[in-house]
């Protein structure tokens, strides 16, 4: 199923070396992430995971279900998993000068550099290899205290990366809420400056045993196309249909 989504996002047809996609998520979790983890890992890309909201078991576990074995990447060194909720739980690092989310506990420290160190190590060792940066709910970043303009930066300097590299590509997602203003605002900052954005929301009449919700795919390089899909997700993927043929 990981298959039709790569098809109604153009992505079998439009290459994203150098270039940047934003998942801009208006329920909770983005199954859309997990299919382009899925074609990266398909593709033999090497994947830099950073997540602040989940563990490495999680992505495991979803990727088993959609065909690939993340442990088994990382063991290889084909993958690099950088997450935060271990960080938070495990005290004994607090103190580590060298911990990527040292930002959580030294207001002093200059917010997500050590993070962005971090990043620029792993993707220095992959020098001509094609890559994918995935960066998983960066809206997190702002229930944690850091300012806007700092995350902007933030994703400046990633976009800067794939851009220098022209073999690496940048999978960022983000959840917003309509009270949420600063969220939505960075979401379309960073949206304006990726090559494609797509928009995922619920279904505004409720729920429907046929559809999960709708996906909005909007891209600002060529061929400049804004499609409208509806889409049902599975224990295994996703299926993909043009508004009104959910049935068919």
């Keep these: 199923m990981a298959d039709t989504v790569i098809k109604a996002l ?14 801009v998520q208006h329920n909770d979790g983005s199954p859309f992430l997990h299919s382009l983890l899925t074609q990266s890992a398909r593709q033999g890309r090497k994947i830099c995971l950073v997540s602040f909201n989940h563990s490495v ?4 576990n979803v990727g088993t ?9 990382l063991s290889k060194n084909q993958a690099v998993f950088i997450g ?22 030294n207001p002093s420290t200059c917010p997500i550099q050590t993070l962005l160190l971090s990043i620029q190590e792993v ?31 933030f994703f400046q300097h990633c976009h800067s990366l794939v851009q220098t590299n022209s ?38 009449t409720g729920k429907s045993k046929d ?19 509806h889409f049902k997700c599975y224990d ?7 508004p009104g043929t959910a049935v068919l």
């Design 211 to 229: 559809l999960t919700g709708s996906l909005t795919v909007n891209w600002n390089i060529h061929p400049f196309t804004e499609q409208l899909f």
């Design 123 to 153: 993707i220095s060792n992959w020098v001509e290899q094609p890559f994918s940066l995935v960066i998983d709910e960066l809206d997190c970043l702002l229930s944690l205290g850091v300012q806007p303009n700092r995350i902007v930066k």
């Design 84 to 105: 935060g909720l271990q960080t938070l739980k495990d005290s004994s690092r607090l103190q580590n000068c060298s911990n990527p989310f040292d930002f959580l506990f």
């Design 167 to 204: 073999k690496g590509s940048l999978i960022i997602s983000m959840g917003v809420t309509p009270s949420d203003k600063e969220v939505i605002q960075c979401s379309q900052l960073l949206a304006h400056w990726c090559d494609l954005v797509i928009t995922e929301k619920g279904l505004q």
């Design 57 to 60: 078991g999680y992505y495991h």
């Design 10 to 23: 153009m992505l079998d047809k439009i290459q994203m070396d150098g270039k940047s996609l934003i998942i």
């Design 236 to 242: 295994r993927g996703i299926k993909m249909f043009a």
């Design 65 to 73: 279900r959609l065909g690939w074995n993340l442990n088994n990447l």
